[in-house]
């Protein structure tokens, strides 16, 4: 069956990369081609195969403490979607003549999104350090965690108080444990396996393994197993080794979950055809505007809340694993079952579109939402005297905070970009100019003044913000921040004044560049001619 599984994924994704297509819609194509093979039973039991290593892997990458300056949005703006779409899904599921279990099934595929493919997709194509990936970062922790609650609720082996208090005790007990082993065991079993990477991943496996076996004896799902023992081994740096590792084994497992919900596919009846279809209008419009609108009231900017909308118009994995489960225990149908399976697999293929193309839908259908865009925050002083000839520094970090010292000492005027609301409060409490927004918005380079702008200095080395900032109808030069001098050599030929690359430039030379060029005009071409051949060398260095 493997063999069939990966043959067909090569073929087909080759053929969708060929077309500049996500991968995702190639191994649900190619699911249904294998689907034709093999009977559903066994493409049921590879589908929570797959899932279970999947959260898993969620549950390593998982971590709470850098969320917290997005987290009370993030909550705020979950509650309110999963109240207004879950009471709209189940008005709907009674006027259908579902029964109790299956109205509760068909609130929880149209109410939580998929954290795998939603954030997957994020960290593929927008870097997750900007506003609208945090806030769907916190968006899907927050519903993942009413989800796992969910899972021990639905675990219980009867509905009776006994049974779902002892179903809750065996979860949280689980999570505390995983806690513990946290902050207590995995920095000892790192430091005992002296950091070495493939030792760290056979200790995240005999975690998972621990926990899966845990999970087995206490009758709950594998899913809140899976999820435990990825919190276990999420401690920072010691996750990034581990994912690092099972870097291979997440494509196999990708593979393997796509796929086989693909083969999960039949051709559907009338019934089926309206309860999918009514499910794909909730999850993949209603539940998209519903996070827009909340987040644009609690003040984050439309292009933001778009973004981030985006990147949950899918079915969540966890209402998956409860859908099969309520399937195999013959408490839901097989329309509704069907119905599922459908509705993730489509919605699905289309987050993977949205994801990438998000920046055009927005462009499109802002101007018709009738959604008012909440005003920009910017500094006072800012808002009551407008600079020109100023530096704008995209980015408060450590090397922006290193600048924006440097045109101090020199009395230079200039402006500060950053969405991280901590940056923005420390800046506020300097009395220092500057504008919390998006950098991916042109109201946010308006507000900055970009226009009479004497240079713009971007420290984030994101290609999009990048491109953006030489995209702009400006005189201003231009000083970016690049990962690679590939990428260096390409920003400079398409107009950057200079691009620092980490691996040849100091902070303390870059300020010493800022120095030159706003003092000297000569000083700016020079620095672009010598950066050019500079890169160009080290180009030839490494290549030869």
């Known amino acids: 069956m493997l063999t069939m599984v990966f043959t067909a994924s090569s073929v087909i994704l080759f053929l969708f990369n060929r077309f500049s297509h996500p991968a995702l819609p190639a191994y649900i194509v190619a699911g249904v081609v294998v689907g034709n093979f093999f009977p559903a039973e066994e493409m049921i039991s590879f589908t929570r195969i797959g899932l279970s290593f999947l959260v898993f892997v969620f549950g390593v990458k998982m971590d709470p403490e850098r969320l917290r300056t997005v987290a009370g949005d993030g909550l705020r703006t979950a509650l309110i979607q999963i109240t207004s779409v879950s009471a709209l899904s189940l008005g709907l599921s009674l006027l259908l003549g579902l029964n109790g279990f299956e109205s509760l099934v068909f609130v929880l595929v149209t109410a939580l999104s998929s954290t795998l493919v939603g954030l997957d997709l994020l960290e593929k194509e927008v870097d997750l350090r900007l506003a609208h990936g945090r806030l769907a970062e916190s968006l899907h922790l927050s519903q993942d965690l009413i989800a796992v609650v ?74 809140i197993g899976s999820f435990s023992a990825g919190l276990a081994v999420s401690k920072y740096p010691h996750n990034m080794e581990i994912l690092d590792t099972t870097g291979s084994l997440k494509d196999f497992f990708s593979a393997v979950f796509f796929v086989s919900l693909g083969a ?12 999918s ?108 005297e407008r600079p020109s000839d100023h530096v704008i520094v995209l980015g408060y970090d450590t090397q922006g905070e290193r600048i924006v010292q440097k045109l101090k000492d020199e009395n230079e005027d200039f402006v500060v970009i950053d969405n991280d609301p901590e940056k923005i409060t420390d800046l506020e409490e300097k009395e220092e100019n500057f504008v919390y927004g998006d950098v991916l918005d042109h109201e946010t380079w308006e507000n900055a003044g970009y226009r009479k702008a004497e240079l713009i200095i971007s420290t984030a080395p994101i290609t999009k913000v990048s491109d953006t900032v030489l995209e702009l109808e400006t005189d201003a030069d231009t000083i970016l921040r690049a990962e690679d001098v590939k990428e260096a050599q390409r920003l400079m030929d398409k107009g950057a004044t200079y691009v620092s690359v980490p691996e040849i430039l ?32 080290f180009i030839q260095d490494t290549e030869g």
Not at 266 to 274: A, D, Q
């Open 150 to 223: 969910s899972l021990m609720l639905l675990g219980a082996s009867s509905y009776t108080l006994e049974a779902v208090s002892v179903s809750l005790a065996h979860g949280f007990g689980l999570l505390a444990l995983a806690l513990l082993f946290r902050k207590y065991l995995l920095g000892y079993m790192a430091g005992v396996t002296e950091n070495s990477r493939e030792l760290l991943m056979l200790v995240s496996i005999t975690v998972l393994i621990g926990f899966l076996s845990l999970t087995e004896y206490f009758r709950i799902s594998l899913a």
């Open 264 to 275: 999960l596919l039949s051709l559907p009846s009338p019934r089926v055809l309206v309860l």
């Open 277 to 384: 279809g009514l499910m794909l209008l909730l999850t993949v419009l209603m539940k998209p505007f519903a996070v827009i609108t909340s987040l644009v009231a609690l003040g984050q900017n439309k292009r933001t809340a778009y973004l981030t909308g985006f990147s949950i118009d899918q079915v969540s994995e966890f209402a998956l694993i409860i859908t099969i489960q309520a399937y195999l225990s013959n408490l839901i149908g097989d329309a509704v079952f069907q119905a599922t399976i459908i509705t993730a697999t489509v919605s699905m293929m289309i987050s993977s579109y949205t994801a990438k193309h998000g920046n055009r839908i927005y462009n499109l259908l802002s101007p018709y939402d009738h959604i008012p865009s909440f005003p920009q925050k910017i500094s006072e002083k800012l808002r009551q």
């Open 506 to 537: 100091s902070s303390e030379l870059l300020t010493d560049h800022i120095e030159g060029i706003m003092e000297n005009r000569s000083y700016r071409e020079d620095l672009r001619r010598k950066s050019m051949l500079e890169l160009r060398r």
